[in-house]
T-cell receptor, first 114, second 111 residues
Framework: DAGVIQSPRHEVTEMGQEVTLRCKPI?????LFWYRQTMMRGLELLIY????????DSGMPEDRFSAKMPNASFSTLKIQPSEPRDSAVYFC????????????FGPGTRLTVL | QKEVEQNSGPLSVPEGAIASLNCTYS??????FFWYRQYSGKSPELIMS????GDKEDGRFTAQLNKASQYVSLLIRDSQPSDSATYLC???????????FGTGTSLTVIP
């Protein structure tokens, strides 16, 4: 298996623009997580899906952030409008439900908002 | 309210020494605990999991869990320069599939 796939790997955009991050989980994994990592706050859970359904989005910072999982093999995290404070590395991870020691991370998307 | 706490370091140890990394967590009942290693510019990778009180050994790594005192630690024996990384402690509470991470401890092993 290719592991968790994320795109793009790097994104540079200007404040106010829309940003869409993409994730393909490991085949067969039914839980998907979006995290944000910064030096100041570490690795924060933004939202997670179980069987394509959003279970907990309490970590989503504000209404500018939204996430979808239209099917078992694809998820998006959208920021609209983007702000400089959104600059961070965004990781997607997937697990086999009920087996937390199967969590694997994607390579991350480094987002820079100018 | 902090859920999972780690000393940010940096922690420096000489090659061949034992590195000791610590993590404390808020009491949320039954939990599962994990240690992840993250090299600079890379994604976290799972190196150890522990579910019950006591020690769990895997090669040069030993995880120790004490639920009464609410801490989990990771010992790295015979530290190597390749162990230089940030180590993240994570907790999975049985109320869901969420993982809560500490901010990580930076470890440098000096040759």
């Amino acid at each position: 298996d290719a592991g968790v796939i994320q795109s793009p790997r790097h994104e540079v955009t200007e404040m106010g623009q829309e940003v869409t991050l993409r994730c393909k989980p490991i085949s067969g994994h039914n839980s998907l997580f979006w995290y944000r990592q910064t030096m100041m706050r570490g690795l924060e859970l933004l939202i997670y899906f179980n069987n394509n359904v959003p279970i907990d989005d309490s970590g989503m910072p504000e209404d500018r952030f939204s996430a979808k999982m239209p099917n078992a093999s694809f998820s998006t995290l959208k920021i609209q409008p983007s702000e400089p404070r959104d600059s961070a590395v965004y990781f997607c991870a997937s697990t086999l439900g009920g087996k937390p020691d199967t969590q694997y991370f994607g390579p991350g998307t480094r987002l820079t908002v100018l | 309210q902090k859920e999972v706490e780690q000393n940010s370091g940096p922690l420096s140890v000489p090659e061949g020494a034992i590195a000791s990394l610590n993590c404390t967590y808020s009491d949320r009942g039954s939990q599962s605990f994990f240690w992840y290693r993250q090299y600079s510019g890379k994604s976290p990778e799972l190196i150890m999991s522990i579910y019950s009180n006591g020690d769990k050994e895997d090669g040069r790594f030993t995880a120790q869990l004490n639920k009464a005192s609410q801490y989990v630690s990771l010992l790295i024996r015979d530290s190597q320069p390749s162990d230089s990384a940030t180590y993240l402690c994570a907790v999975n509470w049985n109320t869901g599939n969420q993982f809560y991470f500490g901010t990580g401890t930076s470890l440098t092993v000096i040759p």
